[in-house]
């Protein structure tokens, strides 16, 4: 491979290439022989190039030219890019965003391949003034319709195009739509290709999936496959504890009768309950929301005809795990109503097991709290438990130092 090219030694070729009356033929000739001799330090020779096949294309860019000419220019374009990429020619920048608009999918009689191939160099070319420009463009692709199979074909091109750029770009404006593209209607390769392309985009995307999280425009599953993304990244511990606060939050208060989507929601909570466990709660808007979600996923879980046992067992072990005075004053009203169901009723298979979970989980706090302790005592020596729950209550009292 020659490693730089003197100018004088493309100037016949640059000189095919700008000639008035050169075909696209002409000047892919050109450029296959620039190409097939693996020169390198030519990028103002391809922006040069560049420039002149986009002064061209009004013979061609509006479907205008027969078959073999069109089949030339793209051919042409692509070499030219890829080249620009490359080169890094960072410089080409404003020409290649004209190349990826001359070249776009949205015209029928583009197929593709140059845009994907603009759209990849922008990237390399690392002007981070299109980042914006590129992420519209994916926004836009994420939305369309694509039956017709050719259509599709041609549009997830683009949407490749789109992801290699803002992968390379590695900048957070990427991430959501490139998670869009992951979660859309593409073909299996492409919706991998985007996944693939999200932790190479940000390390931490916690306040955008949060964003993700909050939306109303977004429907339950995307919303817990964008929570399940934020497991699967190197966030910090304190960005996913501001994540699973939303979570939690949006879990209980997102409406919907679909029981697909509720299943979701539910699904949501309990891994953000299990997270808030684990991570504790991290300050944020949704941070103050907390204890009353953790509230609800006990209490709407203890009066539904169908309770859902295992989100109450994780509500009361992050609650038990949290220790804070919020915390430990929740464990001791779920444990008084209990002790007014044990002496006055109902008392059934449900409240045996709940209170199994709250009087241990209360001694693992590690609370002085005294109507805890006092509460705790009564229950150990009152006459209407069996010996195996005041037992219960003994050993929370033992964990406490008591």
């Known amino acids: 491979m020659q490693t730089l090219a003197q100018s004088a030694n493309l100037s016949h070729l640059e000189n095919e290439i700008n000639r008035l009356d050169a075909s696209f033929l002409e000047i892919l000739t050109a450029l296959e022989v620039v190409r097939d001799a693996e020169l390198t330090g030519i990028g103002e020779f391809y922006h040069n190039a560049l420039r002149t096949l986009l002064q061209?294309?009004?013979d061609i860019g509006t479907g205008i030219g027969t078959t073999s000419e069109r089949s030339a220019a793209n051919a042409a374009a692509r070499i030219i890019v890829q080249g620009l990429g490359a080169e890094q020619h960072t410089q080409a920048a404003s020409d290649l965003w004209q190349t990826v608009l001359a070249f776009d999918v949205a015209h029928g009689h583009n197929d593709g391949f140059v845009m994907h191939d603009a759209l990849t160099a922008l990237g390399q070319v690392n002007d981070r003034r299109y980042i914006t420009h590129i992420v519209e463009r994916l926004n836009s692709l994420n939305t369309q319709s694509l039956i017709d199979p050719e259509t599709r074909r041609r549009v997830?091109?683009?949407v490749v195009g789109s992801i290699n750029a803002l992968e390379t770009f590695a900048d957070p404006r990427g991430f959501r739509p490139v998670f869009f593209a992951s979660m859309g209607s593409f073909d299996q390769s492409i919706r991998n290709r985007a996944s693939i392309a999200l932790p190479n985009i940000t390390e931490d995307p916690g306040d955008i999936i949060s964003e993700i999280i909050r939306d109303p425009s977004v429907s339950p599953p995307i919303k817990y496959e964008a929570w399940r993304e934020l497991l699967r990244t190197r966030a910090s511990s304190e960005s996913r504890a501001r994540a699973a606060a939303v979570a939690l939050d949006t879990g209980w208060t997102f409406m919907t009768n679909n029981?697909?989507?509720?299943?979701?929601?539910?699904?949501?909570?309990?891994?953000a309950i299990d997270t808030i466990r684990a991570l504790g709660i991290a300050d944020g808007p949704a941070a103050d929301f907390v204890y009353i979600n953790l509230e609800r996923s006990y209490r709407n879980n203890f009066v539904n005809p169908a309770p859902d046992y295992d989100e109450i067992r994780r509500t009361i072990a992050c609650l038990s795990a949290l220790g804070s005075e919020q915390a430990v004053n929740l464990l001791v009203d779920f444990l008084r109503e209990l002790h007014t169901r044990r002496r006055a009723g109902p008392w059934g298979a449900r409240e045996r097991q709940v209170f199994g979970w709250v009087v241990p989980g209360l001694g693992a706090t590690g609370t002085q709290n005294q109507d805890a302790i006092l509460l705790l005592t009564t229950i150990q020596r009152s006459p209407y438990y069996t010996g195996a729950e005041q037992g219960w209550a003994t050993d929370a009292l033992r964990a406490l130092g008591q």
Not at 259 to 271: E, G, I, K
């Open 56 to 58: 061209k294309l009004p």
């Open 259 to 271: 029981p697909a989507h509720q299943r979701d929601l539910r699904s949501m909570r309990v891994s």
């Open 156 to 158: 997830q091109r683009a």
